[in-house]
T-cell receptor
Framework: DADVTQTPRNRITKTGKRIMLECSQT?????MYWYRQDPGLGLRLIYY???????NKGEISDGYSVSRQAQAKFSLSLESAIPNQTALYFC???????????FGAGSRLTVL | DQQVKQNSPSLSVQEGRISILNCDYT??????FLWYKKYPAEGPTFLIS?????DKNEDGRFTVFLNKSAKHLSLHIVPSQPGDSAVYFC????????????FGTGTRLKVLA
């Protein structure tokens, strides 16, 4: 099993729908991140969390919300999806004091 | 404002030759630099890193060079193999309560057999 699991892997939805992307990890890491990848723009940080009670906005948090349900689970929600949120979304984890992130395989979201 | 730039979106190299991937950054606060490799339908995986106190770090066929005065780092792969064909992201980090990471836009490397 993968260390960082993202579901769903692919999702097509319509404008205005609520979407949740889920991430779970078995690394035991305290830190979890959501990134978005767009062609020509690299990976951009949406939200990050240091533990269950800690949530922080990244550089592009508008239109997104997150929930850290447990140390191992971090979900990303789009309350009302719009077409420019079509992208590849990655969850990543990291441990305190370490500089390397472990990424999930990605969730490809298409908003029509 | 792109703080980490990979100006070459793609690179093709013959098998056995050297691949050189470049990355430039603007923020002098960055103190740690990483390279990630990404295959299609997979997440990025960590490849190699370098601290700002060093100018070179080597791991097998992969070497990362850091030129702080030029705010430039490069990844050398030698010899290149077809399995190295992937998208390579450089990332820079600095500590501000926690490690903050800024990723480049990626370079797609194709190693030709």
């Amino acid at each position: 099993d993968a260390d960082v699991t993202q579901t769903p892997r692919n999702r097509i939805t319509k404008t205005g729908k609520r979407i949740m992307l889920e991430c779970s990890q078995t690394k035991g890491h305290d830190r979890m991140y959501w990134y978005r990848q767009d062609p020509g723009l690299g990976l951009r940080l949406i939200y990050y969390s240091f533990d269950v009670k800690d949530i922080n906005k990244g550089e592009i948090s508008d239109g997104y919300s997150v929930s850290r349900q447990a140390q191992a689970k971090f979900s990303l929600s789009l309350e009302s999806a719009i077409p420019n949120q079509t992208a590849l979304y990655f969850c990543a984890t990291g441990s305190r004091g370490a500089n390397v992130l472990t990424f999930g395989a990605g969730s490809r979201l298409t908003v029509l | 404002d792109q703080q980490v730039k990979q100006n070459s979106p793609s690179l093709s190299v013959q098998e056995g030759r050297i691949s050189i991937l470049n990355c430039d950054y603007t923020n002098s606060m960055f103190d740690y630099f990483l390279w990630y490799k990404k295959y299609p339908a997979e997440g990025p995986t960590f490849l190699i890193s370098i601290s700002s106190i060093k100018d070179k770090n080597e791991d097998g066929r992969f070497t990362v060079f850091l030129n702080k005065s030029a705010k430039h780092l490069s990844l050398h792969i030698v010899p290149s193999q077809p399995g190295d064909s992937a998208v390579y992201f450089c990332a820079a980090s600095f500590y501000s309560g926690t490690y903050k990471y800024i990723f480049g836009t990626g370079t797609r490397l194709k190693v030709l057999a």
